[in-house]
């Protein structure tokens, strides 16, 4: 029984699939398959098992990724080892957080770790990438505290303790999620040494770290203006608030002189606040109000008397020039307060309601105070004018509660002898930025930073550890809780509540999670790390924190280089958002296409640093490259049958010029995708690997081959093309294995290469003397002639399986090598009778014939040859009429004012795009039958 009779039986109960475009398509891949079988020698039923058993007839990611995942952890494969023999190379994953799920940022973050580990560990590297999570603080604690709520509970009827429980219960149930959906995506983390930001060894980071600043004067309690979320009822610091532009109003209202007819005139956005105010501002080279510092008004409404003061801060050009100073609800109001020792009257308190300062407003919400603020201004005639005004509002980035600004005791890092160190670290070349202008990013930011609050008003997270005296009011910070006041003896101690900023143990996490403060040998052996990959939102947030907090404590930076990728965006170019409902959920992708796909689409054409738009034609593009390689190596494999792979040695092979020339190509490849992946040029490496596999290996090299594959007459012939393209193949899957792990390793796993894992197998090493240019410039010569013989082939709709005849035209150094090639050109040409002359003239040459020129060599196909051109020019004749009618339906259908008006913008531009398309077509189609007529 023959192959194709054994597949045919194989398929009597019909197709699998139970739609109809899936069943289309499976009886399109039986096709193929069969084609690829009637195209090769006669095989044997041996041979035919070998094809059946070895590779499916077409890649199912659902049968083979979970397979590979497992066998890979359970073997350890993943578990980096401190081996002095071997260069160190690590990468601490930036931790999402356990409230998290898997979304296209994670997708394409982990995705580029995942490649630099895999590349480093088949370099020989020990190579660790560390994964963990993030206790995530507000996040997590608004997740526990509205699960309770849902069971009629509230946070404080719990208590600290059993509220505590709750939340620890939620992150085992929830916490591994997004780690399980990280497995999916592939990523060779090693689980052995998870970590998570609340464990012990990272508390006691925390701890140490907490004490020894504080030891060192850089971490002090103080009354200071805090970002306060109403919602989630804590402090926020300044890069956890985002601005948005509103539209809002601007009130003008009038100030009474107190000695003095008159008023002045101050704007403000927010009149609520006015009733906390304890001066008014000018600028003190203003000339129009220097008369007036010193002069006191009264405030309406509170009728309290207060001074107009001189103060820089003021923008003379900004409203009316007179500035209402609230310290108490204004960060910049609070600094001109302390400049002019001005009272700090608190008017709104943490639920955003007035307080009792604020007489008969008192518990109004601060909206509605406004709207009775407003009414009573305007009925002592106190509000001049109201403009509309477009002003930046600030948000909690956890739940879009407009925050308010509050004064309250808070625990703050001094910043200033912190980021100077950081700052030099980048200027002098110590961490680099790809791409390098996010540098000046970090920079404006570090050297204009603020001191960083780090008391949140929460529960879950990790407690500051500092302990307040009952008796004497000592402050007690220490490693372990005291059992009584070092001061006074006393033993009335109580915990502050407040915890830490997550961002505070998230900025250890480069050694923290190597066993930091205990002197581990992971930490001597792995820091510093090499690259930290991450998105460019969260530069300030952590990766600035991460480099001071390591300078500080490690006296080196964490890292050498730090990636920034772009965001995945969607079609539109939309930033992919809950809000918008256009999220793509990742492990939909992975259902639908498999993991591997999706990281070569994700990589494919990303430049560092930009953004780039989620398209569902770059996943299927994707899934055909993936088939490509399938197809390729069961290509292989039905070849191989009889070959010894591990017994060829290099006097048996007869290299002919496509074998050389694959030799040279593969060497140069391997070098430029090292090249590519020590600059993190990704989309680059997806370039080059796709251009090398499919339009080098694929597309001519195995057809290059198939005749000595076919033939039985030569057998070191056949041999030589057996083992090199069986060598090839196992070459270009150790290429492409860092990107696509698991269908390179289902095909190495069939290969008689190795009994080991491509995980562990060598990355391919460079051979200088493999290199031949002159083998290169030979076959390209031959591959470009063969293009032109193909597009000439095309243009003129010849039968694929017809043979023709071709002359090549010449001089003597390119005639030669064209001889030498002549079998190649014959045999993918389809040329029966191929003619090479080096002294053509113009009167030797067919009088109707198609003529290209490429690299100086003149390609002549004689039409008697190709076609019958009665029959063609009919069938020219009919396609323009059917291209005319679709120009004239496109020129109707944009002259229709409804459709160009009402329809999408993205359709009318497509169908604008048709027009040209068609009107391009008919050019070329009547360019072709008039050469055809002559």
Known sequence: MSAVQKFLEQKKGGNTAKDPLSSLNEMREDFLFIITLCSNKTLSFREDEMIMD??????????????????????????????????????????????????????????????????????????????????????????????????????????????????????????????????????????????????????????????RLYEKDLIYRGDYIVNWCPDCKTTLSDIEVEHEDKQGKFYYIKYPFKNRSGFITVATTRPETMLGDTAVAVAPDDERFKELVGETVILPLMNREMPIIADHFVDSDFG?????????????????????????????????????????????????????????????????????????????????????????????????????????????????????????V??????????????????????????????????????????????????????????LDTWFSSALWPFSTLGWPEDTPELDFFYPTDVLVTGRDIIFFWVARMIFMSLEFMDEPPFSDVYVHGLIRDSRGRKMSKSLGNGIDPLEVIDEYGADVL????????????????????????????????????????????LDYEDVSAAELELTPADRWIISRLNKVTSEINESLNNYNFGRVSEQLYDFIWGEFCDWYLELI????????????????????????????????????????????KLPVSTESIMTAEWPEVISEEIDQQAENRMELIMDVLTAVRNIRNEMKVDPGRKIAAVLAAKKEKADILREGADYIKNLGRIEDL????????????????????????????????????????????????????????????????????????????????????????????????????
């Not at 401190?82 to 394409?108: C, F, Q, R």
């Not at 008969?360 to 002592?380: F, M």
């Not at 494919?604 to 399938?630: C, M, Q, V, Y």
């Open 442 to 499: 970090y920079l404006n930011w570090m050297e204009n930073i603020k001191d960083w609050c780090i008391s949140r008003q929460l529960w879950w997270g990790h407690r500051i550890p500092v302990w307040y005296c009952q008796d004497c009011e000592e402050i007690i910070v220490r490693r372990q809780e005291p059992e009584k006041c070092p001061t006074c003896s006393g033993s009335s101690l109580k915990r502050d509540q407040d915890v």
């Open 599 to 642: 990281r070569f689409m994700l990589i494919t054409g990303s430049t560092p640093g930009n953004d780039r738009r989620f398209r569902e034609e770059k996943l299927e593009a994707s899934r055909n490259f993936a088939n490509k390689i399938w197809n390729a190596a069961r290509f292989i494999l039905m070849n191989i049958e009889d």
């Open 54 to 211: 070895q590779l499916s007839k077409t890649y199912n990611p659902e049968e083979v990724e979970d397979k590979w995942y497992d066998f890979w952890e359970k073997e350890g494969l993943f578990t980096a080892e401190v081996d002095e023999d071997k260069n160190a190379y690590s990468i601490v994953m930036p931790p999402p957080n356990i409230t998290g799920e898997l979304h296209m940022g994670h997708a394409l973050d982990n995705t580029l770790q995942d490649i630099l580990t895999r590349w480093k560990r088949m370099q020989g590297a020990s190579a660790l990438w560390v994964p963990g999570t993030d206790h995530a603080s507000i996040a997590t604690e608004v997740k526990v505290v509205n699960k309770i709520r849902e069971e009629g509970k509230e946070k404080e009827d719990l208590g600290r303790e059993e509220f505590l429980n709750e939340a620890w219960d939620w992150k085992k149930e929830y916490g591994g999620r997004i780690t399980n959906q990280l497995r999916k995506m592939g990523s060779s983390c090693d689980w052995s040494r998870e970590r998570f930001t609340m464990d012990e060894g990272c508390s006691k980071a925390v701890t140490e770290v907490f004490v």
């Open 320 to 440: 009316t020039g007179m500035v209402k100073v609230t310290p108490a609800h204004d960060p910049n109001d609070f600094e001109i307060g302390n400049r002019n020792d001005l009272d700090v009257i608190q008017v709104i308190d943490e639920d955003a309601n007035m307080t009792a300062e604020t007489g008969k407003y008192a518990g109004q919400d601060r909206y509605e105070c406004r709207k009775q603020v407003i009414s009573d201004l305007k009925k002592e005639g106190l509000l001049e004018k109201v403009e509309d005004y477009v002003h930046s509002v600030g948000q909690c980035y956890r739940c879009d509660t407009v925050i308010e600004p509050l004064v309250s005791k808070q625990w703050f890092v001094k910043m200033d002898p912190l980021a100077g160190p950081a700052v030099d670290a980048v200027k002098e070349g110590r961490v680099n930025f790809v791409p390098e202008r996010f540098e000046n």
């Open 835 to 934: 003619t090479i002359r080096e002294d053509l003239n113009e009167e030797d040459k067919p009088d109707k014939s198609s003529t290209s020129i490429v690299s100086e060599v003149e390609v002549i196909l004689p039409w008697e040859e190709m076609v019958d051109l009665d029959k063609e020019i009919d069938r020219l004749k009919k396609e323009i009429n059917e291209v005319k009618s679709e120009i004239e339906r496109a020129r109707n259908k944009l002259a229709n004012e409804g459709f160009v008006n009402k329809a999408p913008e993205e359709l009318v531009e497509e169908e604008r795009e048709k027009l040209k398309e068609y009107q391009d077509k008919e050019e070329r189609l009547k360019e072709r039958l008039t050469v055809l007529k002559k």
């Open 706 to 749: 198939k005749p000595r594959l076919y033939q039985d007459e030569d057998p070191a012939a056949r041999k030589t093309a057996q083992y090199l393209g069986t060598r090839t193949l196992s070459t270009v899957l150790k290429l492409l294995h860092p990107v696509m792990p698991f269908i390179t390793e289902e095909i190495w796993d």
